[in-house]
């Protein structure tokens, strides 16, 4: 046994076997971290392949949520997706900085938009497939160009409070 | 009939916090529906990159008023499976009875905000007067009726002593009872019964499409609770029956929550019973090593999803929080569609949304005098029962010291 697998019981391992037979190049990229989690790295052109599989082949149909990352170079996207027994499979992928391009996954999971809407407003990604809306969280009048979780954004100090430090 | 768009909201009396909500009427009824959200965005993700894990325990706790020991619990969890802790499982019963009575002080809240929201504020009065007794035990064990600051990274900080559990077991035995009554109310009270059905409907599929969580898709049918299918704490050693019910409607909603109440102090009646003896914390480290855990909660409103990455430092690198009004405010347009206005405010409360309770002591000004006196919890009780036998000429005299002898 692997080191990855430590902690996992033969429900996760079976996912990870069944992930690996139908995506080779997933090898080495899946990890079961502890019962009912886990982990798998894919390439970005590969992801919506591996995502429909988890779905429609291991029955992964609840999204839980999705993370944004900022990995320096890259931005990373980590989809958290479960199932009715618990087990919780957390797919990410990177896509460049300069070029934050990821797809909607609205057409697999509707409940996703407001997801996306937080990655763009909060991370700066560029969302294709996803419609006009409502942007989510941050204020109509906050300025184009500031994402304020990635990590190189500081927060500007407002003239009052300039005055007050 | 010509279509009229109203705003309600980011401040509106029939809101209990910030969101904003565009409706387009046609006389009285709802045809579209569309929310803004934000606004109470602090920033708390960023501000836990910038603080070390122990300080963020504290700071995640105040993501929410009511949910407090849900948010804390949620994190301590991802960090403690990361830094590989064997957390004592003393600590995971006490982290578990705590979060039941945090599950009682919230439901217990909605249903008073409910009956509030449909013109029936004797049920607020009741729920509310009860809720005291959870928010007195939550006071005497963690030292807080919200905010308990009982968690920390490998364990709890307080432990539950004989006294504690005594008075918990009596508070337990208390609410089961009125419990019992809101829910022969609920089933026998045609006016509340009426009011609530068919009201802000979800269908099954809808509940499933839409990403319901918590009471809210337990009420359609959806038979999930992170509790029993991905257990923490001392869940996976508990039993309890998942509570769901298939009206599709508010009134679904307050059966579930009602049957919830029922199951917590169960749940606390047995993890008390089973609690195994120990310590209640282990030492962990200001570094966590690098990695990444998400970890999943039954808040009392639905799932609460927590990520957090790790880099080797004390700071984490991320952390995600998802609390469940996020998911459950999808399923509100669809609960509106061709609605009537006036069901609006129950049926966005219906979805539990989450607001703030905070401070026991009341400031008051007396007329001419400058300075500010403190007020007890009992006198202002007292004032009160006075003031209603004075102008009202009602006595509640007899049920508070019926109330009182059940505590003693």
Sequence with gaps: MTEAIVGATAKEEAIRQKLVERFPFLADKVRATRPRRIFALVEAKDFENVLVFAIQELGFTILCTITGLDDGPTLGFVYHITRQDGITLNIQYDVPKENPVINTVTKYFPPAEIYERELIDLLGARVEGLGEGVRYPLPDDWPAGEYPLRKDWKKKISDTEAENA | ?408
């Design chain 2, 1 to 408: 009939m010509r279509k009229v768009v109203i705003p309600i909201g980011p401040q509106h009396p029939a809101l209990k916090e910030p969101e904003s909500f565009n409706v387009t009427l046609s006389g009285e009824r709802i045809m579209a529906f569309s929310a803004r959200l934000g606004y109470n965005h602090r920033g708390i993700e960023k501000a836990c990159e910038e603080r070390t894990y122990l300080q963020d325990v504290y700071l995640i706790e105040r993501i929410c008023g009511i949910c407090s020991h849900t948010h804390s619990t949620c994190f301590v969890q991802a960090v403690e499976e990361i830094a590989a802790l064997e957390v004592p499982r003393r600590a995971l019963y006490i982290r578990t009875v705590i979060g039941e009575l945090e599950r009682i002080h919230s439901h217990l809240l909605w249903l008073g905000v409910a009956g509030h929201e449909v013109g029936f504020d004797t049920l607020l009065m009741y729920t509310w007067r009860d809720r005291e007794v959870v928010m007195d035990i939550l006071a005497d064990v963690t030292g807080n009726r919200v905010n308990y600051g009982m968690n920390t990274i490998g364990g709890v900080r307080r432990d539950l002593d004989a006294a504690h559990i005594k008075s918990m077991l009596k508070a337990v035995d208390t609410l089961e009872d009125r419990t019992k009554y809101y829910i022969q109310v609920a089933r026998e009270e045609r006016t509340l019964i009426e009011r609530l059905s068919k009201v802000g409907t979800l269908t099954h599929e809808d509940a499933v499409k839409l990403g319901a969580v918590g009471p809210t898709a337990r009420a359609s049918g959806v038979d999930r609770d992170t509790r029993r299918d991905d257990p923490y704490a001392a869940y996976g050693e508990l039993d309890f029956k998942v509570v769901t019910d298939d009206h599709n409607d508010v009134y679904g909603r307050t059966l579930v929550r009602m049957g919830e109440l029922m199951e917590s102090y169960k749940i606390i009646r047995q993890a008390i019973k089973n609690m195994p003896d120990g310590p209640i914390a282990i030492k962990s480290p200001r570094r966590i090593p690098a990695g990444e855990a998400l970890s999943r909660y039954e808040a009392p409103r639905g799932e609460d999803v927590h990520y957090v990455k790790a880099n080797g430092t004390d700071r984490p690198e991320r952390v995600k929080v998802r609390a469940p009004t996020l998911a459950n405010l999808q399923t509100v347009e669809k609960m509106l569609e061709d609605g009537q206005l006036a069901d609006l405010p129950i049926v966005i409360a219906a979805i539990d949304p989450c607001f703030s309770c905070t401070d026991r002591s009341i400031v008051v000004r007396r007329s001419g005098v400058r300075s500010k006196n403190m007020i007890r919890w009992e006198d202002l009780r007292s004032r009160g029962i006075e003031w209603y036998r004075e102008n009202r000429g009602i006595d509640f005299a007899k049920l508070n010291r019926k109330l009182s002898d059940r505590m003693r």
